[in-house]
């Protein structure tokens, strides 16, 4: 048997491995372009990116013809240098470092020499193109923004760098790719396919035509189309009333987890960084230390939620049954825990209702003194509060699918034993987490998605921002429910309260008639550290919400930094979204009036100037930053329309 299993192997072996040499080198003649590749020149035919739509089909982003100036080194030959520079608008240094850095990259592949060339650039460069041997030019598509908003949504594209050229071979120098936002979160699917076309070159380098009659061509094929979930009406609307303040808006569908507006203020036009000025306008951004236009709030910042905190107190003080509906409080103008904590909501007897529309500070530091004291041991009672509080998104990475968000924090366990290792706390020393103080951290996008669970009554979805690919199904994860560990029969007394902040309570002026809102106002402490100073400053306004009481088809969060009190700043704004998404129109045109035309900057000045004090070799940078915020600022373009 042996005798026979041996040979039969190794006759077996050598036909497979005849018949694979047959079919490579016969039949499969696609690895003959990489052994001719000095005979064959590959032109590479990018498509177009796919477009970009709102939720109502508005379109947002398009595309615009562009051209790239393409150089290989080893095929240039003798060209007059100067008629070359004058006709790009270069310097002969700038061509030199161009011509070097080709080198290092390749001398005989391709590479940009200079990008994005707009059609009267490439039209002069076009007519002299045969006199530069060596050079030539590159059809691409860049963006065409529709909008002068939504830079934090959409994000950008840009060259590939080296990384990414070593880690993914699809690219190749001077390739584009997303980066932030939608273009980077859905790359792949907006980038499309790159078409190929190989030509045959003779012994002089001369084109000759295309090779094997181009059976190995293949066309482009367009990136797919996104429809977003923005509703671009209110997502402008919010950017506007944001003009001349710092801060982030977030609204969901509660029902969908769809997000409706995520405005980040400051913000700048999208079309700053598209074209050959995109390099210059992006380091201006970015070096804008103070203001951060490139830095989203809405998903990124992370403040202390404050008052509408309660709102979760309240709940896991229901569930954990320490307190109900007529669980009585009495408020002396604050109360004694471990020490006196000051209450702004006077000397009252309250319940959770005129708890919850009063923010009564007295009221959910007891609730949660009591949630926390209902163990015996400190730390199990902060590990089953904290399972409460991540069961409404808070503390952890919600998952949407843009590239960036901040964690924010929800306190442990663990992050008391590192604080005190040696013991001794207890519900008392951390009382400030009941009114959302203390250690607690949350970004707008966590207390709008909080906002979604409560307007659920108890579950919601992961927040997201593309509504739909086209010929492509949605991620399962944005249409799986999420339970918190609250019991839906829980949520009705809290909603109560909340829509009685509007009726009766710290939201009384923003009423809107005929509109059930349930919200809740907040005010966070705000301080900052330079060069190992604190400095106090004016609190951070919040606001946080949601419409209508049945069926509600917005929740909604509003973070302005130095915007005093909840009822100032955010509580307005967040009025004028809801009632422009759910009406359609404005009632409270005074409200509007006074958001659009109002300023915090004296307030941001302020900052500047500490820090320009603290750092006085910084103080020439002052008149430039300031320059660059007003050519970033959306509100500033908008007026200047308006003027012409």
Not at 82 to 92: M, N, V
Not at 309 to 338: A, M, P, R, S
């Amino acid at each position: 048997m042996r005798k026979i299993v041996l040979p039969a192997v190794i006759i077996i072996s050598s036909i497979i491995l005849i018949a694979r040499i047959f079919y490579l080198q016969v039949i499969d003649e696609s690895l003959k372009l990489k052994s001719e590749n000095n005979a064959i020149k590959k032109i590479f035919d990018f498509p177009e990116r796919g477009y970009i739509y709102d939720r109502n089909g508005k379109l947002l982003v398009a595309n615009q013809p562009s051209y790239d100036i393409m150089v290989v080194p080893r095929e240039i030959k003798k060209i007059d240098t100067i008629e070359f520079c004058k006709l790009l608008h270069i310097s002969k240094a700038d061509f030199i470092k161009k011509i070097e850095k080709a080198k290092v990259y390749s001398p005989m592949l391709p590479s940009v020499f200079l990008a994005q060339l707009n059609k009267a650039e490439y039209a002069a460069f076009q007519e002299k193109e045969r006199k530069f041997e060596g050079f030539y030019a590159q059809k691409r598509a860049l963006r065409d923004y529709q909008v002068k908003d939504c830079a934090n949504i959409f994000g950008f594209i840009t060259q590939v760098n080296d990384a990414i050229l070593e880690k993914n071979p699809y690219y190749n120098s001077g390739d584009l790719i997303g980066k932030q936002g939608v273009e980077q979160e859905y790359e792949e699917i907006l980038r499309g396919i790159k078409g190929v076309k190989y030509l045959l070159r003779d012994k002089h380098n001369k084109i000759i035509g295309p090779y094997k009659e181009g059976q190995f061509d293949t066309i482009a094929q367009q990136g797919k189309d996104l429809t977003l979930t923005i509703d671009h009406e209110i997502q402008k609307y919010g950017t506007e009333l944001m003009v001349n303040k710092r801060g982030g808006i977030v609204a969901i569908e509660p029902k969908t987890g769809e997000i409706l507006a995520l405005v980040t203020a400051p913000t700048f036009d999208p079309a700053l960084l598209v074209g050959r000025q995109r390099s210059k306008n992006y380091i201006a951004l970015n070096n804008d230390s103070i203001a951060k236009p490139l830095y989203d709030r809405g998903l990124q910042a992370t403040y202390p939620p404050g008052s509408p905190f309660k709102i979760v107190t309240g709940l896991i003080g229901l569930q954990e049954q320490v307190i109900d509906e007529q669980t009585v409080v009495y408020c002396n103008h604050g109360g004694y825990f471990g020490r006196f904590i000051k209450c702004h909501c006077g000397q009252h007897t309250l319940v959770l209702n005129n708890g919850i529309y009063k923010s009564c500070n007295t009221y959910f530091e007891t609730a949660f003194k009591r949630s926390i004291d209902k163990y015996k041991i400190p730390s199990q009672s902060i590990d089953v509060w904290s399972k409460h509080v991540k069961s409404f998104g808070l503390g952890q990475f919600l998952g949407t699918d843009m590239p960036i968000g901040a964690k924010g924090l929800v306190p442990t366990s663990k992050t008391y034993k590192r604080a005190y290792p040696n013991g001794g706390w207890r519900s008392n020393t951390i009382i400030s987490n009941s009114i959302g103080q203390g250690e607690i951290l949350t970004s707008p996008i966590q207390l709008a998605n909080m906002m979604a669970v409560v307007a659920n009554r108890g579950y919601y979805y992961t927040p997201h921002i593309v509504k739909k690919i086209k010929g492509q199904a949605l991620d399962k994860k944005y249409t799986t429910k999420h339970y918190s560990t609250i019991d839906k029969k829980y949520f009705p007394p809290v909603i109560q309260g909340l829509t009685d902040v509007y009726n009766v309570g710290t939201a009384y002026n923003l009423k809107v008639e005929g509109l059930e809102i349930c919200g809740k106002t907040g005010t966070a402490e705000n301080k900052i550290r330079v060069a190992g100073k604190t400095y106090q400053l004016k609190d951070h306004s919040i606001f946080v919400a949601f419409a209508p009481r049945e069926n509600p088809t917005i929740a909604i969060a509003v973070f302005v930094e130095n915007g005093y009190w909840g009822n100032r700043w955010a509580g307005p704004i967040a009025t004028l979204m809801i009632e422009k998404y759910v009406n359609g129109k404005i009632s409270r045109t005074d409200l509007e009036n006074t958001m659009l035309n109002g300023s915090l900057l004296p307030e941001y000045n302020k900052i500047e100037n500490i820090i320009y004090q603290r750092f006085p070799e910084r103080t020439s940078e002052k008149a430039n930053d300031s320059i660059a915020k007003r050519e970033i600022q959306i509100g500033e373009a908008k007026k200047e329309e308006e003027t012409n």
